[in-house]
């Protein structure tokens, strides 16, 4: 859980594990760079950005589809918590 907003990110690193690089027990460090090391390439951007619209309930906007948001768990997990400020 995030320690800021009491959200569950586990759906997220569990989608990544078994969406995207078809492997569940493994743990993912949450600061290696998944752009970097090719784990999210244009297609598992898209794929990553409608799962987490859906299971969080947000939207997210063309704009902010930018490297800094989606380069590693902890950026992800920090993009999606201010989302979620955003909605409540």
Not at 22 to 31: F, G, K, L, N
Not at 67 to 78: C, G, R, T
Request: aromatic share 10%.
């Amino acid at each position: 859980m995030s320690e800021d907003t009491g959200t569950d990110f586990s759906a997220v690193r569990r989608f990544i594990n078994t969406e995207l690089l078809y492997w569940e027990d493994q743990p993912i460090d949450h600061t290696v760079n998944l752009i970097e090391t090719g784990v999210i390439d244009s297609i598992n951007l898209v794929r990553l950005i409608e799962f987490l619209e859906e299971h969080y309930g947000i939207q997210i906007p063309d704009e902010d589809i930018v490297v800094d948001n989606f380069h590693s768990l902890d950026s992800i997990e920090a993009f999606v918590a201010s989302h979620m400020k955003r909605v409540q």
